[in-house]
């Protein structure tokens, strides 16, 4: 902490070592000093059991606002939604769509709301954006440490690690993140005994 500290008071000052930092210099270092000890503090795992999900959601949500060129501050509604839970990249059962160019199934368009709905919702003055459908995705791994089941937060790269590994059952060395709360990143070990 004094290391930031240090860096505040010559940020004030404005001097190192007899020259003149910019403002942006300072951050930089300081940005690089966060980085660093942000990848020093990263934990592995090394997992056998696994498994990544990516739950998909088409929405529809308006948009209500007084002024819709000028309004700030407008109001979403959200409306009917669907969605479909995605394991290891295989096709799950039933009415689906895809795969996307990210490999990821979508569930069935939910129905458009009507215009009675949307302007049912509306407040006065407010007028309604066309209906627009949203599309999310939620990714999750799951895994065995130490005899309990952990499952966190993840992104797609990691998702997409699992599918083109899980059929094999090659173990995975999993990078967790910033106070081991999400996974960041997995890469197979093919050596593993």
């Known amino acids: 902490m004094s290391g930031l500290s240090n860096l505040h008071s010559l940020f004030v000052r404005g001097k190192v070592l007899g020259s003149e930092l910019k403002r942006h210099q300072i951050a930089w270092l300081v940005t690089s000093l966060g980085v660093a000890t942000t990848l020093a503090s990263c934990n592995t795992v090394t997992a056998d059991q696994y498994e990544a999900t990516a739950q998909t959601t088409l929405t529809w949500q308006v948009k209500y606002s007084i002024n819709p060129t000028?309004?700030?501050?407008?109001?979403?509604?959200?409306?009917a939604s669907n969605s479909l839970l995605n394991r290891n990249g295989e096709k799950p059962e039933g009415r689906v769509i895809g795969p996307d160019e990210k490999g990821l199934w979508w569930p069935i368009v939910p129905p458009q709301p009507s215009i009675d709905q949307v302007e049912?919702?509306?407040?006065?003055?407010?007028?309604?954006?066309r209906p627009e459908l949203l599309r999310t995705v939620k990714y999750q791994i799951t895994y065995q440490q130490d005899g309990q089941t952990v499952t966190l937060p993840t992104n797609h790269q990691v998702y997409r690690q699992v599918a083109r590994?899980?059929?094999?059952?090659?173990?995975?060395?999993?990078?967790?993140g910033i106070n081991d709360a999400s996974v960041e990143k997995a890469e197979p070990l093919d050596n593993y005994n």
């Open 70 to 79: 000028t309004d700030k501050n407008p109001r979403f509604e959200e409306f």
């Open 120 to 129: 049912q919702r509306s407040k006065p003055d407010e007028k309604p954006s």
């Open 165 to 176: 590994a899980y059929p094999y059952e090659k173990p995975l060395q999993l990078t967790l």
